[in-house]
């Protein structure tokens, strides 16, 4: 019974770390709750939008705007549309301020791909929201490739500036992020993205190792009652 014990402790604290990887979503209407101590990167290499086309560094003051119409760039596909933002060192969690225009359409706060690269480095692809699931706002993640957003908070406001809040943290820690349109967004016709900022995201607390370490640790308590009652029946 002690060794049955032991399997479904190690079985169940595995299962939940694959659980708290999931992605969490939310409705807090309140901005500055994701927002307080931020800080931006840059964008580049966008063509369109309220900032003037160059380079444009967003603030808390300025999330109303917005920067649309990527370009080319090199080592990365030429027909999609890349904007760049670049922080000034390397973060592995990042914040995407997602700008909602379409209210209603599926795609629009899903509507980006992201790589990451570093100074020396190549083009690491981290992300792409392949489909949305849902038949109204507030819409879900459906399909995805690399590595999903473990939060994203859904604020319903018809032609707010931002919509779709969401949080990712990579394996690997980049100074600059692409952010090109989503198969789901070409898909329904808009091979385009729009960004009010991205920020550094709150690295979340690592709740799959605590569960692991919790389950590992009965296992143990288990296999040791196992042993003392087994001693004094060998004696």
């Not at 808390?60 to 920067?67: F, G, H, K, P, W």
């Not at 507030?138 to 690399?146: M, Q």
Request: proline share 6%; charged share 15%; net charge negative.
């Amino acid at each position: 019974m002690q060794l049955r014990m032991f399997a479904i402790s190690a079985t169940f604290g595995l299962g939940l770390v694959g659980a708290a990887e999931a992605t969490t979503y939310t409705s807090d209407p309140v901005l500055s709750h994701f927002t307080a101590g931020e800080t931006y990167a840059t964008f580049t290499n966008y063509f369109n939008g309220d900032a003037p086309p160059g380079t444009y560094t967003p603030t808390n003051a300025t999330l109303n705007e917005r920067v649309y119409q990527g370009g080319a760039v090199a080592g990365l596909d030429p027909t999609n549309n890349w904007i760049l933002a670049t922080f000034g060192g390397p973060t592995a969690s990042i914040r995407v301020f997602e700008n909602e225009d379409h209210y209603g359409d599926a795609y629009d706060g899903y509507q980006y791909q992201i790589y990451g690269r570093n100074a020396a480095g190549g083009w690491d692809f981290l992300f792409n929201a392949l489909t949305v699931a849902g038949a109204g706002e507030p819409f879900t993640l459906g399909s995805f490739a690399g590595t999903a957003p473990t939060r994203v908070n859904n604020v319903l406001s018809d032609g707010g500036p931002v919509a779709y809040i969401a949080d990712f943290t990579f394996a690997n820690a980049y100074s600059v992020y692409a952010f090109g349109a989503s198969t789901e967004a070409i898909n329904a016709g808009n091979p385009d993205d729009e960004f009010s900022a991205i920020g550094r995201a709150a690295v979340p607390e690592p709740m799959g190792w605590t569960l692991m370490i919790t389950g590992i640790g009965l296992a143990g308590a288990a296999l040791r009652r196992r042993r003392a009652v087994a001693a004094p029946m060998a004696s």
